[in-house]
């Protein structure tokens, strides 16, 4: 059978450094897979690359039979994403951000609003569809984006670190959403994330990926025996050493840190 | 289509609820009618140019219009910094519509805002020359609107960072406004001042507003509407280009 994510032999340069560097795997419809490894090693420009945000400076990039390069539009009707940060409009009211969510993405005028409330209700949402946005926590954000991203039926649904922040109910929550979908619809689910529990609980393969380079794949139990550990997090751990990594932040990202630390500070 | 529209409704939707924001945005124009329309007034008159009211309103809608469109391009710092840019970016629509559409929906907002403030001057005791050239008139303030939404998504796109981008926008937005010919009439300004206006085409779009309000004009009808039109192109293509480079 034909994989439903093929990432072969890619690379990704900025300037003088190689963000990932020759990158090849595969992930099967309807599979959990983890995509896992330290702060700047590559996930997120990996994820920019299938997800059409970034172009790969070299190498082939699959999903669900589209060239992702050569056919962005066709390969961006076929995924869902929820970002590492919110992506959602503020101002505007929980309905209002998967109205225009549908539009986007061409929904069925027939189908748009009765879909909307399937996905509002399962984040259960419903309620609370007239509320604008900014008025929500962080983790009824976190479920207004994963109903956003399903709302179009996406064959793939790219995750990074969508439990970042959240509390331990929350998270639980996320979960039990996105392994019923993966078991009802055959979503394939690609997700990254820095709680190796997760991964190991919830992923059926994972990939660890470090200096931009896949250092290991596999089963978390293929993971823990190739470096003879008990679990994932020592595994990992293993693969990946314990030097702590600097990221450097670029200006966007550097803004929002200020901003978050400026309103950190008036709350006090 | 409805790409283009619904991202026009987002910006219209955002505009209605900022509430106090839309009338600060009052603010500043009616202390120049006032305080130039009603203390000058007397000076301008008695040097035989009629009243200076009259004179003034024309140059204060588009000032409205400039000031409220070239602010607006924080919209797309705010998109970039806040993350909804990258709903847009990964959806199935050309970013050529995405800019279009919600740069349809500032320059809604600033006609709007040039539109009241017309009326405002109503109120305060303008009258125009002929209400048959109103339209007109709303057309031309469209077409500012138009132009500086687009130079502002622009340099929106271009700017990171908040603090930078209000400066960059005092920077051209006081000489743009007062080196027009938006406050006094061109025939016996120093010959440098006149240089700048004519090269300035904010000069332009005040002489078309105040033709069609006042059937007054510096420039010629014909001249005004065709350094509008060319102001237009070049500044939405500006405006566009600059949009797509934009990296998530």
């Known amino acids: 059978m034909q994989p439903i994510i093929s990432v072969q032999h890619i690379s990704k340069k900025f300037g003088e450094f190689t963000a990932v560097d020759n990158v090849s795997f595969e992930v099967q419809a309807g599979e959990i897979f983890a995509f896992l490894g330290p702060n700047g090693a590559g996930k997120s420009t990996t994820i920019k690359m299938l997800t059409t945000l970034l172009k790969p400076t070299s190498g082939e990039l699959q999903l669900a039979g589209h060239n992702v390069t050569k056919e962005p539009n066709e390969t961006r009707k076929v995924f869902g994403i929820v970002f590492q940060d919110a992506s959602l409009d503020d101002e505007l009211t929980a309905y209002e951000n998967m109205q225009l969510h549908a539009v986007l993405y061409g929904l069925p005028k027939k189908e748009t609003n009765s879909r909307i409330e399937e996905m509002l209700r399962l984040v259960d949402l419903w309620e609370r569809q007239k509320a604008i946005v900014k008025t929500f926590s962080g983790g009824m954000k976190r479920r207004l984006e994963i109903a956003r991203g399903l709302l179009h039926h996406p064959k793939v649904m790219f995750l990074d670190e969508p439990t970042l922040g959240l509390d331990a109910q929350t998270r639980n929550l996320l979960w039990n959403y996105i392994k019923e979908l993966n078991a009802k619809e055959g979503m394939t689910i690609f997700f990254t994330t820095h709680y190796l529990g997760e991964a190991e609980a919830v992923a059926q393969r994972i990939a660890i990926i470090d200096h931009g380079k896949i250092v290991a794949s596999g089963t978390s139990e293929e993971l823990k025996q190739q470096t003879g550990t008990t679990n994932l997090e020592e595994a990992y751990l293993k693969l990946t050493g314990t030097q702590v990594r600097d990221e450097t932040l670029d200006s966007a990202e550097g803004n929002r840190e200020r901003f978050r630390s400026i309103m950190k500070n008036k709350q006090r | ?248």
């Open chain 2, 1 to 248: 289509m409805s790409t283009i529209y619904i991202l026009w409704l987002r910006q219209i939707k955002r505009f209605s609820r900022s509430g106090i924001r839309i009338l600060m945005g009052f603010v500043q124009p009616l202390v120049y009618m006032l305080a130039l329309g009603y203390g000058l007034n007397s000076v301008f008159q008695q040097s035989g140019k009629g009243s200076y009211i009259q004179f003034i309103v024309p140059g204060i809608i588009v000032q409205t219009i400039m000031f409220t469109s070239m602010f607006w391009g924080a919209n797309i710092i705010w998109d970039k910094q806040f993350g909804f840019l990258k709903e847009t970016l990964v959806a199935p629509v050309s970013r050529m519509k995405i800019m279009f559409g919600s740069a349809l929906g500032g320059a809604t907002i600033s006609l709007i805002q040039g539109i009241i403030l017309f009326g405002i001057s109503i109120v305060l005791g303008f009258r125009p020359y002929n209400w048959a050239y109103v339209p007109l008139a709303i057309v031309f303030m469209g077409m500012l609107s138009l132009a500086i939404v687009g130079f502002s998504a622009g340099i929106g796109a271009v700017v990171n960072d908040m603090q930078a981008f209000v400066a960059v926008n005092n920077f051209l937005l006081i000489p743009l406004f007062f080196l027009s010919s938006a406050l006094f009439p061109l025939d016996n300004v120093p010959q440098v001042m006149k240089i700048i206006a004519y090269v300035n085409p904010i000069s332009y779009a005040v002489d078309a507003i105040r033709f069609t309000l006042i059937h007054q004009t510096h420039f010629g009808l014909p001249t005004d509407f065709a350094v509008l039109c060319a102001t237009l192109v070049v500044l939405m293509s500006f405006g566009s280009y600059r949009f797509k480079q934009i990296q998530a």
